[in-house]
């Protein structure tokens, strides 16, 4: 039955050779004017091609079953669509003549029941080759952890997270009920709905082709006659080599074989526990509320990162030794694949670099320690106590007041010296430690990149102590002045209700509260410079740590195979379809024997690459975690004030290093299931598989010939 607009839709595919012979069109018919084309027979008849696919001749030697390319094809049989370079021959209304001449790029199609047509040409993706097309981009990260970051609960950031999760729900929404109330607004058609069948079509038509074309010469074939007394005597002596090759392998592969693999998977699973131990170790907390050690330490966190891509491998790795169960067309483990060699081959790099890295440093490492040393004494103590030397000695010409600035200076010049004593005692050491991050750097560039983050933030520890000393002695000094500045105006803080109310004070005390006013706010710049010197002094290290993450972000993440493929073949990253119309004015008229078609339009379909932002995503998304939680106006207000800004939380900082990483990773026993679970076996004989000179035997070992 003809669709209602007479508008006939062809899917063609470009690599369909261009030549003058007669041919037999064959594919999809996905409904009465929707036809999916997938190959052409040359030098066979309509009704022998009919046929063969009725009885499943032209599907012979499939390396997995027909059945499978028929459900992901929506599909129960494949038909034939019409005929090529054939005008002379009578086909049925539904089917479809095509003139497919050498000299054209495009061919020319016409069909009885057809008002327009409209012919989608593509590129058939390889298989072999790992390319195929989607709708929607390939997700180079799993989609099973939650896009809201991690925060002390009852803490600011947190607020924040929730209600930009609100409004983004809410946003949601909107865009939902504005769906309804669009002009443009209408029904998916079933030629529309059918557009994620055709993909899958698309995706499987190249081995549906290599099939096609493989066993054609099996169409409308005479019965073959039995081996001669000469050939059966050839074939024996073949057979017996082949026999003792057989035998052999199976020797092999039934004995030598599981053996060998029964311990390697043992110890697999030994190193499975010793993992499992110290991953327990480095998330264990205290309290639910507490930091575990990989939270606290960024050579905790490398190893914790580390120790899940070990546990993930082996499932990874199992997953993917299922592709060879099934037709290279499905595309459900592609994504699966690029996400195990990007992490391969990010852990190989790292090691790569680390040993060139390692080896320099135990080479050299008393100069690199004496080096640190003079640094460390420079700047965190040097440098540091010429600083409160000069902000005790009215600094930049500002009148301080000089006892308090005699207390804060001496005070924080004591604990630097009892600091001093602690890096003299650890100098004679600092060679081995140094000689020890060179070691570790066996293990990745990153492990001393994270011993390092963790060494200077334990050398700072002092510094870190300061700012934290004189932000809560200006928070509480800014504080009170606040409040007194209140009662200047005869108001308080209603801390009930969260207001400002007027209220009447004694004459005692409002001159208690000016006397207090008054002697805080000449104290106050004296504290305003000490908190800035140490603020900026920790805004320095937090810097600098944050130049080391990134490095270590960079060697966990950064997506070097996706880019490696985006460069050698972007049709492995599909980042959906698009569709481009052609001028068809040229096309029209140019074979006066053949009958005129139909209007036509030429559309082509093409895969869109990933694009590189896409790739990118997760370091968009980092570097917007850190700008909302370092440069955000609530972080301004919070150093104004005095008030405490906490560092971001490692979770969030590390997102998108676990991005590849499933959020509950699977346990030992889980993991001992998918190594020693059997893979169904193929039915076949002990000749099945085995071929002498190209030629598949048959049960009895016999080969037939044709006449």
Known sequence: MPEHDGLMRIFWPLDIPRSNSPGIIVGWRN?????FVVAVLEDVDARSVENALKVGTLFRNA?????????????SAMHVLGLANSPGVEV???????????????????????????IIMFDRPLPTRMQYISLSPISLALGDKSEMAIHEPGSVDAEEEREEMRNRQRTKKLVEKLKFHTVTNHRPSQKELALRRIVNQINCSWELHTL???????????????????????ESATTMRDFVLVAIWQIVTV??????????VIGLLCHRVAAEALLLVLEWRAKPDYAALKDISATAQQVEIRLQQFCFWPHQYVTLRKRKDDWQSVTDSHPEYIRFYQSLWLVLNDIIIGIALGSYIIDHHEFLAERISEILSLYSIAALQRTIAWLMDWPAGLKLNNELAAFLGDLFLWVIDHWSNCIEALRPVLPHIIWFIGFSSFAGASMPIALFSDMLSILTLHIYSFYLASARIFNWQYTILLSLFQLFRGKKHNVLRKRIDSCDYDLDQLLLGTILFTLLFFLLPTVVVFYLTFACSRMAIISLKA?????????????????????KDSQRLPGGICFELRDT???????????TPPPTSYIFLKSVPLTFRAMFHQYFQLGHRIRKHYLSPRVLLCLATGKFVPP????????LQYSMLPARRAGIMDMWHALTAQTPAKKSGLYDNLKMNGKRLNGSGRRHYGH
């Open 547 to 567: 130049a080391l993450d990134t490095l270590l972000a960079c060697l966990n993440h950064f997506p070097l195979f996706a880019l490696m493929l985006r460069i």
């Open 63 to 75: 390396s997995h079953p027909i059945e499978r390319i028929y459900t992901l094809c929506g599909q």
């Open 585 to 595: 004015q040229q096309f029209s008229g140019l074979f006066p024997n053949v009958p």
């Open 92 to 118: 049925e209304n539904l089917q479809i003549h095509a003139t497919t001449p050498p000299n054209l790029k495009t061919p020319q199609i016409s069909c009885a029941r057809a008002a327009t047509i409209q």
């Open 255 to 264: 004995y030598i074989y599981p053996i060998l693999r029964r311990g390697f």
């Open 31 to 35: 409904s009465g004017l929707d036809v």
């Open 648 to 655: 971001i939380h490692r979770k969030n900082l590390y997102s």
């Open 212 to 234: 096609l074309q493989k066993n054609i010469s099996l169409v409308g074939r005479r019965s073959r006659r039995s081996l001669s007394v000469s050939e059966r005597v050839v």
